[in-house]
């Protein structure tokens, strides 16, 4: 069964850091494109990034481009999304989400979120 | 970059009836589109993938179709469990986007 579970979110003052991990199990990690979504409060759903199989491409929405940077180390199995320079507008729950092999870029499991809210 | 635009933002039906949710692009995505369902506390959950394949696990009740700018989730016959925000996501074009969303509400 897969599991994808993030971990790292909390409060932080605009202008400052985080970095978020979501740790992956039950299916081949090193041959899945992985990517991270967020939902602001009351909101829709809005892509931030997402990173091929091999790490060798990463690509970003233009609002987070510059900012955010997303990695994975396929040897831990785990995907990271490092967040500098946040504003009031970056709150939001983050869902790691695992791209499927038959669509790459198409979310076929998703984990239960995590929580980053930008606030003085 | 695409824009989804979906309608209507709100659908008011009862169980039993037919429901249709619209995803229209700002160009044309051929059929690399999915749909997603999302109840309140959860994640989202894959409904439809390239635009008329159901994922593993969905209900036959589910189907989407169109193609290009025009595409189209159809729910035969709501159950009480369908009632929810649903979705509908690009992958034709970087960056990846979202559509902002039908909710569909019991009348």
């Known amino acids: 069964e897969v599991h994808l579970v993030e971990s790292g979110g909390g409060l932080v003052q605009p202008g400052g850091s985080l970095r978020l991990s979501c740790a992956a199990s039950g299916f081949t990690f090193n041959s899945h494109a992985m990517s991270w979504v967020r939902q602001a409060p009351g909101k829709g759903l809005e892509w931030v990034s997402g990173v091929n199989a091999g790490a060798g491409s990463t690509y970003y929405a233009d609002s987070v481009k510059g900012r955010l940077t997303i990695s994975r180390d396929n040897s831990k199995n785990t995907l990271y999304l490092q967040m500098d320079s946040l504003r009031a507008e970056d709150t939001a729950v983050y869902y790691c989400a695992k791209g499927a092999s038959y669509a790459h870029y198409t979310f076929e499991h998703w984990g239960q979120g995590a929580l980053v809210t930008v606030s003085s | 970059e695409i824009v989804l635009t979906q309608s209507p933002a709100t659908l008011s039906l009862s169980p039993g009836e037919r429901a249709t949710l619209s995803c229209r692009a700002s160009?044309?995505?051929?059929?690399?589109l999915a749909w997603y369902q999302q109840k309140p506390g959860q994640a989202p959950r894959l409904l439809i993938y390239d635009a008329s394949n159901r994922a593993t696990g969905i209900p036959a009740r589910f189907s989407g179709s169109g193609s290009g700018t025009n595409l189209t989730l159809t729910i035969s016959s709501l159950e009480p469990e369908d009632f929810a925000v649903y979705y509908c996501?690009?992958?034709?074009?970087?960056?990846?986007?979202f559509g902002g969303g039908t909710k569909v509400e019991i009348k």
């Open positions: 160009q044309s995505i051929s059929n690399y």
């Open positions: 996501q690009q992958r034709a074009n970087w960056p990846l986007s």
